[in-house]
């Protein structure tokens, strides 16, 4: 008798796609998984997922598959062997990549009569199958709506951001802008730290204050960058230059790598050249900004 249980299709068992395959068993899915790597899956089927023998075998199973691989082209080059199986399937995408490919490869899906949703997963493996971790989607609302229920398994929350594939892939991406450079800027303050005798534990409470008081500075600028004001009644860009500068000499004259702050003070100056002295720090967004065509 046929198993009136939900179920879903995982393909891929790295970390990620091991703890989204760990969260739906948990929730009483049946679960059929694929991995070039067959191994991986041995704790997983000991837990009650089956093993697929072979991607066509995995997409047969299961209208909904989960996608959880390095990239697109890794997409391409598991799924593309076992294109006729994808008819009928709903692929929802958690690989990270750009935009553009995730709009390529929608329109890839769709001409071998498969539906991509495209997702952007904002926690690690950790926090996969948590209430109150989020993943971006986008793709066909109908399609999103039909099957919210399985993506909550993987995070709690669902935001859809609209019908352009490429829109989970672009806030996952601007997440991701701000994560690596925030966190090269705390590797930063360890290694100053550490040339003059502190250890990252002794700075971690100003680092984690000074983080905790980014929100507010978020907020505030948000609207002013909208509105194309730049005023300097608060700050002002020579002021921040002058301020950059003693940053990269502190770290110069500690003898740690200058590369980041070093690129800081170059925005900076582009600025002050721009004839932006008088005007916000937040005026540099325009430097960083297309260019008009």
């Known amino acids: 008798m046929r198993s009136t249980k939900q179920s879903v299709t995982v393909i891929g068992l790295g970390p990620m796609g091991q703890a989204m395959t760990g969260a739906f068993l948990d929730r009483g899915y049946d679960v059929t998984v694929w991995n070039r790597t067959a191994s ?18 995995a997409l047969a199973a299961n209208e ?7 990239d697109y082209d890794a997409m391409y080059a598991t799924l593309e062997p076992a294109a006729a199986a994808l008819t009928g399937r709903i692929l929802v995408n958690l690989s990270s990549d750009t935009p553009e490919k995730a709009r390529a490869a929608a329109s890839w899906a769709a001409e071998r009569g498969a539906v991509q949703l495209t997702g952007g997963v904002t926690v ?4 996969i199958g948590q209430a109150e971790s989020s993943t971006f989607y986008s793709g066909p609302r109908a399609v999103f709506d039909e099957h919210r229920a399985a993506l909550q398994v993987i995070t709690g929350r669902t935001d859809h951001r609209g019908e352009d594939p490429g829109l989970a892939a672009l806030m996952y991406q601007i997440g991701m802008v701000m994560f690596w450079t925030s966190m090269l800027s705390y590797w930063q303050a360890v290694a100053l730290a550490d040339a003059n005798g502190l250890a990252a534990a002794d700075i971690l409470p100003h680092a984690v204050e000074t983080a905790n008081s980014l929100p507010g ?18 700050d002002r860009l020579a002021m921040g230059m002058a301020s950059v500068e003693h940053v990269l000499h502190t770290n ?7 590369t980041l702050p070093a690129a800081v003070v170059e925005l900076f100056r582009r600025g002050m050249d721009a004839g932006h002295a008088a005007d916000s720090f937040s005026s540099v967004v325009e430097l960083m900004k297309k260019a008009e065509a």
Not at 252 to 258: E, F, Q, R, S
């Open 40 to 57: 991986r899956a041995d704790e997983l089927v000991a837990r009650g997922a089956v093993l697929a023998p072979t991607v066509e075998k």
């Open 64 to 70: 909904l598959v989960i996608l959880s691989l390095t």
């Open 124 to 127: 690690p493996p950790s926090g």
């Open 217 to 234: 500075f978020f907020s505030f600028y948000a609207e002013r960058i909208d509105a194309g004001r730049h005023l300097g009644d608060v």
């Open 252 to 258: 110069a004259d500690a003898g740690v790598d200058t």
